[in-house]
C-alpha cells in the first residue's frame, strides 16, 4: 500500500491588497493518505520533515525534521516586505521515514506601494473664532516608512477656498493675524500632500464665528407648569457691564420648533401671558420653549438662553348653566353651576365674572389686556 502526502495553505489575510505595513499569517496543512482496496484513507501521527525557503525573505528560511503536526503558522513581520516587488515562499514537506513521499506547496504575491496619508488635526469640520488666529496642523504619513519620528517626505501645499459667493467677499490670505475673515463665513481648506508618484488630499471646511459672546441669564418665576391666561415675568440679566442704552432685547415662543409668537422689549424685565401667542395646542404636548436674546452692537450674534416650559391645559367637558336664565342685577339670585369638568394634572379652582354686555366679553377674547369685566 502506498502513501500520499499533500499539502496545502489558507491566508489569514482579509485584504486583497498587500503592503508593506501589513503583518501577514499563512497556515499550511498537511495530509497523509494511504491507498486501500477501498480508497484513500487519511494516515495520522506520520512524523514529516518541512523546509521553508523565500529569496525575498530570507528570514523565514528553516528546516524541521521529525515534526507530528497537521498545520503550520507562518508569520511574515510587518515592514519586511520588499516594496512593490513578487515574494515567494516555498513549503517543501516529505516523510521523515520515506523522503520520496514529498509535496511542495508555493506561496506567491505582490506588495503594493503604499499610499500616503494626509489629514488635517480637528477632522472635517470646524470652528474658529474670527477674531482669533486660526491654525491648521497636518498630520501626514508614509506607510513605506516605519519609523514614525523619521521624516516622511512628503510635500504639502494649502489650498483655500470660499463655499459661496456671498464669501468669496472675504478672501483667503496667508499671514499670522486675527481677523482675516468676516465673521460667519465659511472656509473651504484643502491640504495636498505628494511624495515620487503618489498624491492624497484632506479638506476641512471651517466656520469662522465669535466664541467669546457674553451668556446671557433668564430667571423667570419658576413652577412646575403655567397656566395660559398666567402672568409671566422674566428677568434679562446681561452678564457684561454696559449701558442699558445699547442692549436690545427680544424674546421667541416655541412650540413643536414652530414659532408662535415674538416679543420685543426694552427694559431688562418683561410680563406676558401664554394664550396671548398660543393657539391650537394638543392634549398630548404641553412642553414649549422661551428663547430670550440681548442684542449688543458689539458683536455680529446676540446672547441666546432657551426656557423650557410646561403648559397646564385648562379642563375640559365643562358644562356651565344659570338659574334663573334672566333677572335683575343686584336683586335676582342666580345659581351658577360648572359641573363635569375633567383635569389631568391640576386640581381645579373656579372664577366667576361678570360683563355689562356680549361685546365686553368678546373684546376681552381678543385682547387679554383690556378687561372690562
Not at 281 to 296: G, T, V
Request: net charge negative.
Amino acid at each position: 500500500m502506498s502513501k500520499i502526502l499533500q499539502a496545502d495553505y489558507v491566508s489569514q489575510q482579509q485584504q486583497e491588497q498587500i503592503y508593506r505595513y501589513m503583518p501577514l499569517q499563512y497556515i499550511f496543512s498537511f495530509s497523509i493518505y494511504r491507498c486501500t482496496n477501498e480508497g484513500l484513507k487519511i494516515f495520522s501521527f506520520q512524523p514529516i520533515d518541512i523546509t521553508i525557503s523565500s529569496e525575498q525573505l530570507p528570514y523565514l528560511n528553516t528546516k524541521m525534521q521529525n515534526k507530528l503536526f497537521d498545520n503550520l503558522e507562518v508569520d511574515i513581520i510587518k515592514f519586511t516586505l520588499p516594496s512593490n516587488q513578487i515574494s515567494t515562499i516555498n513549503v517543501t514537506a516529505n516523510l521523515s521515514s520515506d523522503p520520496s513521499i514529498n509535496t511542495t506547496v508555493t506561496v506567491s504575491f505582490k506588495t503594493l506601494i503604499a499610499p500616503i496619508s494626509v489629514s488635517i488635526d480637528g477632522g472635517s469640520h470646524n470652528q474658529a473664532d474670527y477674531k482669533n488666529e486660526y491654525k491648521i496642523s497636518a498630520i501626514v504619513r508614509d506607510y513605506e516608512i516605519e519609523d514614525l519620528k523619521n521624516d516622511q517626505g512628503i510635500s504639502l501645499k494649502l489650498v483655500c477656498e470660499a463655499t459661496t459667493y456671498q464669501f468669496a467677499m472675504s478672501p483667503c490670505k496667508d499671514f499670522k493675524g486675527p481677523k482675516t475673515f468676516i465673521p460667519y463665513c465659511m472656509k473651504k481648506f484643502t491640504l495636498l500632500g505628494s511624495k515620487d508618484t503618489r498624491e492624497q488630499y484632506f479638506s476641512t471646511l471651517c466656520l469662522f464665528t465669535e466664541l467669546d459672546i457674553p451668556p446671557l441669564q433668564v430667571m423667570i418665576n419658576e413652577q412646575s407648569t403655567y397656566n395660559l391666561n398666567e402672568d409671566i415675568v422674566a428677568e434679562i440679566v446681561y452678564s457684561k457691564p454696559i449701558s442699558s442704552d445699547l442692549l436690545s432685547y427680544a424674546g421667541a415662543l416655541l412650540y413643536e420648533n414652530e414659532i408662535e409668537g415674538a416679543i420685543k422689549f426694552d427694559f431688562h424685565t418683561v410680563r406676558f401671558r401664554l394664550w396671548d401667542y398660543f393657539s391650537n395646542l394638543k392634549k398630548d404636548q404641553n412642553a414649549f420653549q422661551i428663547r430670550f436674546s440681548a442684542y449688543n452692537p458689539y458683536y455680529v450674534m446676540p446672547s441666546l438662553n432657551i426656557k423650557d416650559i410646561n403648559i397646564n391645559f385648562p379642563p375640559s367637558n365643562c358644562k356651565f348653566s344659570v338659574q334663573p336664565q334672566e333677572g335683575k342685577s343686584l336683586i335676582t339670585s342666580f345659581n351658577l353651576v360648572m359641573s363635569d369638568c375633567f383635569d389631568l394634572n391640576q386640581s381645579i379652582t373656579y372664577q366667576f365674572f361678570y360683563y355689562n354686555n356680549y361685546d365686553d366679553y368678546l373684546q376681552e377674547l381678543k385682547n387679554p389686556y383690556n378687561i372690562l369685566r
